[in-house]
């Protein structure tokens, strides 16, 4: 199947907010889709463009993968200036009369408390899961460590209180959660060629962008936690169930295949991002399952 090309698709005037490159909205096949085209690099300033479609991309296909609801993405093309740019195209998931509202506006309605609707500390983020009223705290937490593990898996720096939340019905006031969606902060995206080979020759630099970085958005005393040190201490009842849910759902040959048939992507792209996933998982998910199910064991 040739890759989409959007260019000239019917535009929409509904607006996108989020920093990460710009945004239009287009018609493709009958439905509405944000195109996200690529912000320049802030970190590597060598490279022309930052991989954050791809990461977009691949990060959601992944969730879908795990049975987690995410948004429909896809991998295209749209010219600007005669130049062309890849893009990802995000379905979205909001319609006339339900809109989406995030974690930190929930946050925000807690009038009594004095923490910042958009402060990532972790006890008031699962504060505001048994303090809120909306929506069953069971499901909410639930939602919030599956992401915690898939992110770990797919290394995402970003998974603020900003980019995760609900679907709004202003009509009947009913509150759901909505898909997963802003998976663009993952899978290395300012990683060049240069970086991509340390990893496969340098045991050391391989090790560093599993172990060190990248970092949850979420903190605990105000640090950012690393995905190995949190999941692997199995200090959090809610995290282990989470553990033990999604990592038999992760099926990595379904993660090669998706790998395999992404366009536009080089070989040495394919080879690195398989190379951290499968790492990724055995040395932060697998080995964090293992020791949980010893210690499940010697406790009877």
């Known amino acids: 199947m040739p890759p989409i090309d959007f260019t000239g698709l019917q535009k929409r005037n509904k607006m996108y907010a989020g920093a990460n490159g710009n945004k239009i909205s287009v018609i493709y096949e009958g439905e509405q889709y944000m195109l996200k085209f690529p912000p ?6 060598d ?15 992944i969730y879908e993968i795990a049975g987690v609801p995410v948004q429909k993405t896809l991998l295209g093309a749209f010219t600007v200036k005669g130049k062309e740019k890849i893009v990802a195209a995000c379905r979205d998931f909001t319609r ?13 309605q807690m009038i009594d408390s004095e923490r910042s609707g958009y402060g990532t500390e ?15 705290s069971r499901i909410l937490s639930e939602r919030f460590w599956d992401m915690f593990i898939i992110d770990a898996l797919i290394g995402n720096w970003d998974r603020h209180n900003g980019n ?4 709004y019905n202003t009509v009947t006031d009913a509150m759901e959660l909505a898909p997963v969606y802003d998976c663009g902060s993952s899978l290395y995206p300012q990683a060049d060629e240069n970086i991509m080979e340390s990893v496969f020759l340098d045991e050391k ?3 560093y962008r599993i172990y060190e970085i990248p970092t949850s958005a979420i903190m605990i005393n105000g640090k950012r936690i690393k995905y190995f040190d949190f999941i692997s201490s199995l ?14 759902r ?6 090669r295949e998706l790998i395999k048939s992404t366009p536009f992507i080089s070989e040495l792209q394919k080879k690195f991002y398989w190379l951290m996933l499968t790492e990724r998982k055995e040395k932060i998910l697998d080995f964090s399952l293992e020791a949980l199910e010893r210690k499940n064991h010697y406790m009877g």
């Open 40 to 45: 320049a690099p802030t970190k590597n300033k």
């Open 47 to 61: 490279m022309s463009y930052s991989n954050s479609c791809f990461s977009e991309y691949l990060g959601c296909q």
């Open 96 to 108: 006339p009369g339900v809109v989406l509202q995030d974690f930190g506006s929930l946050k925000n």
């Open 122 to 136: 972790l006890s008031d983020i699962q504060n505001t899961f048994e303090e809120q009223a909306v929506i069953d």
């Open 164 to 167: 995760w939340g609900f679907l």
């Open 205 to 207: 630099a391989r090790n």
């Open 235 to 248: 200090q959090n009842k809610d995290c282990n169930h989470a553990l033990m849910r999604i990592v038999p």
């Open 250 to 255: 992760i099926d990595m040959e379904s993660i």
